[in-house]
């Protein structure tokens, strides 16, 4: 058996839609010879506060019987509530009463054998065959009557603005219990979460002393020694100990105990103030006080107090791992589900650490089974807001199945339950191999590109995606020194090419504000690009500025703009609207500048600060020669696309000048502006980022 998922209703951040973490089934790691953790662990993600903690909280309440209080319960379930709460509604037969629902559901796996005893009250004739059985758990209010006599009294009362926390207050007061119900809604008595289900938490920062690992692994062999040791290699230390003692105690007593006694008599007379001093070692004061915790760097053993925070925590992860292990309970091998909770494992490790956490912690129970001959059927559950450990566990799992991203809005968590399925959609024919080759090719495409900061994206407040250097680089210059993106992160990623498509599903699963900044791309002949063409050998090549009679009949060559639109009419898409999806928007160059269509950013930047003396002097400084020719020629207008073709193979030199001299410039009033469709997609973020 092993835990599915977790349905969480009105429990602090939760409520009634997208409530539900899933989990990666329990893997009996004895067994697999070939172990990789990173596929076999659920991974709960996510920014601050978004309700990745409450997930284990809920969890840990449940199966300890832990009493819940009212600031577990949603605050805007409970504002309802008592909005609602009127004399004639407590009468009424619609009568809703404070309560938090759970469904624990359980995979069962019959290829394994499962003993299935504790979840039998659960289970009907028909469940026999099923792969998952629920397990419907409410915190309800045992007195309905005494409740609704209590609220009518609170409801006359005049609290002014503590009416809520009074509410609260009556909440607290009110008794509650745990009753669990089978799906057809019979309640089951006599029955404990605890006797299915065992946790081990292990908690953030658990850094809390300088000698916090000595006291980790005093722990350890104590264990050891009590449960694992040969009973006599055990018995042998106990009778040294004994000897220990009993020496101690005659030289002790033959030089001092004797000599204070005598002392004491002729101050007290008789025997009545005598003192015995006496040896009282045991094994655990021996390993507590004795054993000495030090790391081994070369040649070199480094006391405990002197190593850094970040091998320390880790250090103390893998003691509890270590714990577990040595106490798992064998007995419990297929009738019990087999929690591990590690809760923020990169409090203080730098990014590399993080990175390498999920490899170090595979290796750890790989060394631990071959020296343990134990099975272990237990689920890893990581909670993180590490960008790291998530792009570990995407590479080393080469998956992005079970990871459960929780994001927060209007207050209210939203879980989404990201795999493969979720990031690129199923081929509608799965029989034909060219759609699943695609398929794969958008997934490895995804699983790829997600190392280079796009894992960032997960933990951001809004995400640009752009597909050249020059607006890449620009871009988070003009966010840093813009009043309100300043006070948010806002990650622009880099996707060469128009590929931005691909990430469609992942901008809308994680339902932050998301902009895709991609360029026309209209199509033209090679004669048209400035090329010579062997087709037409005699004529002359040119460089073809878009004007509104050059733009009809054209098509975009830009596969993402030809995905959003459903057209490649290049015409129609320009006199179009920006094409906005929920929380997407997808922007290019849609209006003309001085008569004519820009057709990249590098265009679009040059033609809306013709003028500027930043964009002109970097120009001069990559590009002097064609610089000159361009200005003697017409001029910029006339041959901006040529300019733009020209600088195709300097566009980082360009970018970094651009930056260079923006950063170095006093007067803000001088800055370039940047093109109108890219202000019109920050103003879209910046509605959706202040909740419009």
């Not at 504790?118 to 009907?124: A, D, E, K, L, R």
């Not at 597909?467 to 880099?494: A, M, P, R």
Request: charged content about 25%.
């Amino acid at each position: 058996m092993y835990l599915k998922s977790v349905l969480l209703e009105n429990f602090r951040k939760f409520r009634y839609k997208n409530n539900i973490i899933e989990f990666v089934s329990a893997e009996d790691y004895k067994k697999d010879a070939s172990i990789n953790i990173a596929p076999k662990t659920t991974l709960i993600i996510g920014k601050n506060n978004s309700g990745k903690t409450t997930v284990i909280d809920a969890l840990n309440k449940l199966i300890n019987n832990v009493a819940f209080k009212a600031t577990d319960f949603n605050f805007d379930y409970l504002k309802e509530l008592s909005n609602l709460y009127t004399i004639e509604y407590l009468d009424s037969e619609d009568l809703k009463l404070p309560t938090l629902k759970f469904i624990v559901t359980v995979g069962i796996d019959n290829g394994k054998e499962d003993i299935l005893t504790n979840i039998i009250p659960f289970m009907s004739l028909e469940d026999t065959e099923k792969s998952e059985i629920d397990i419907i758990i409410g915190w309800e209010i045992i007195d309905r009557e005494l409740f609704i006599k209590a609220v009518k009294e609170f409801i006359p009362k005049n609290f002014k603005n503590q009416k809520f926390d009074r509410f609260l207050e009556l909440i607290d007061k009110t008794d509650f219990e745990i009753s669990y119900y089978n799906t057809n809604k019979d309640k089951k008595k006599n029955f404990n979460l605890k006797k299915l289900i065992e946790l081990t938490p292990i908690r953030a920062n658990n850094v809390n002393s300088e000698d916090c690992l000595s006291d980790a692994f005093c722990k350890i062999i104590d264990y050891r020694y009590a449960n694992v040791i040969d009973p006599q290699i055990v018995n042998e230390l106990d009778k040294q100990i004994v000897d220990i003692n009993d020496s101690l105690t005659r030289d002790i007593s033959t030089q001092h105990t004797n000599n204070i006694n005598s002392s004491l008599s002729k101050m007290i007379l008789g025997e009545k103030c005598q003192i015995l001093l006496k040896s009282d070692l045991n094994f655990q004061k021996l390993i507590k006080n004795v054993l000495k915790y030090e790391y081994v760097e070369g040649k070199n053993n480094i006391p405990e107090r002197q190593f850094g925070l970040g091998y320390t925590n880790l250090m103390m992860i893998i003691a509890e791992i270590i714990t577990y292990m040595e106490k798992y309970p064998e007995t419990s091998f297929n009738s019990q589900i087999n929690l591990i909770s590690i809760e923020e494992p990169e409090t203080f490790m730098h990014p590399q650490m993080q990175e390498q956490f999920i490899k170090n912690i595979n290796e750890m129970i790989t060394s631990l089974l071959e020296n343990n001959n134990k099975h272990v059927n237990s689920q890893i559950i990581i909670i993180t807001h590490s960008a790291h450990i998530l792009n570990s566990k995407i590479h080393e799992g080469n998956t992005f199945n079970n990871i459960n991203y929780i994001t927060s809005i209007d207050n209210c968590a939203k879980s989404e339950c990201l795999n493969d399925n979720v990031m690129i959609d199923l081929p509608k024919n799965p029989k034909n191999n060219k759609e699943r080759w695609k398929r794969e090719q958008k997934l490895k495409f995804l699983k790829k590109h997600i190392k280079f900061r796009v894992s960032e994206l997960f933990f951001a407040d809004a995400a640009i995606f752009v597909e050249g250097i020059t607006e890449y680089t620009l871009l988070q210059h003009y966010l840093d020194i813009d009043l309100c993106f300043s006070k948010y992160y806002i990650s622009v990623i880099l996707v060469d090419g128009a590929h931005a498509k691909v990430y469609e599903n992942l901008i809308h699963a994680l339902s932050i504000p998301s902009l895709i900044v991609t360029d026309i791309d209209i199509k033209r002949e090679k004669l048209e690009k400035g090329e010579k063409d062997i087709k037409s050998p005699g004529q002359k090549p040119l460089y073809l500025q878009m004007g509104t009679d050059e733009l009809k009949g054209r098509e975009t060559t830009n596969s993402t703009l030809s995905h959003f639109y459903k057209s490649k009419n290049a015409e129609f898409i320009i006199n179009g609207d920006y094409k906005h999806v929920d929380n997407l928007m997808v922007i290019c160059q849609k209006d003309p500048i001085e008569t004519y269509y820009p057709t990249s950013f590098e265009e679009s930047f040059i033609l809306t600060n013709l003028k500027n003396n930043i964009v002109n002097n970097a120009l001069k400084k990559v590009k002097p020669d064609i610089y000159k020719d361009i200005i003697k020629n017409g001029g910029i207008v006339k041959n901006s696309f040529k300019l733009q073709k020209k600088l195709s193979d300097s566009k980082s030199d360009f970018a970094n000048e651009l930056l260079y001299e923006i950063l170095i410039c006093d007067d803000k009033t001088l800055i370039p502006i940047l093109p109108k469709y890219i202000n019109d997609g920050l103003l879209f973020l910046q509605d959706r980022l202040r909740g419009n």
